[in-house]
């Protein structure tokens, strides 16, 4: 099944939060995106123009959420989804993983590590089943 997401997004007053449809076979729910959570996003004054624009931004990034929180079930009082900030992921995290894969490709155990033409030699070597020779 494939997870529905109309161009609909508004701004509601009332809840102060961008709210927007999804829908999975016979449901159709809204997801609701409070103001505070657009902090991360924008500098200044969060209005709800910029939290729109911002939505339209990130849109991937929310629904992506949304359909996590509706595949795990996790539906507010109403049948609806709400996304908090815990449940967007830090910028920060992808830069940490990055940062710790780098130190792990490094790691060579004291070993200068070879270049990129000597990694292709040994690579095919590898690959041809001989043993390597200097």
Sequence with gaps: ????????????????????????????????????????????????????????????????????????????????VEINGRDLPSSTKSSNERDRRTLEIDDHRGQTPLSGADQARSRSRLLKGRPETA
């Design 1 to 80: 099944m494939f997870f529905r997401f109309p161009e609909d997004a508004c701004w509601n007053e009332e809840r102060q939060a961008v709210e927007f449809g999804i829908g999975i076979g016979e449901y159709e729910g809204v997801v609701r995106v409070p103001r505070q959570v657009f902090r991360r996003f924008i500098d200044g004054g969060v209005t709800p123009e910029r939290c729109l624009e911002a939505y339209h931004l990130q849109r991937t990034r929310f629904e992506l959420v949304a359909e996590r929180k509706l595949r795990g079930r996790q539906l507010t009082d109403d049948g609806n």
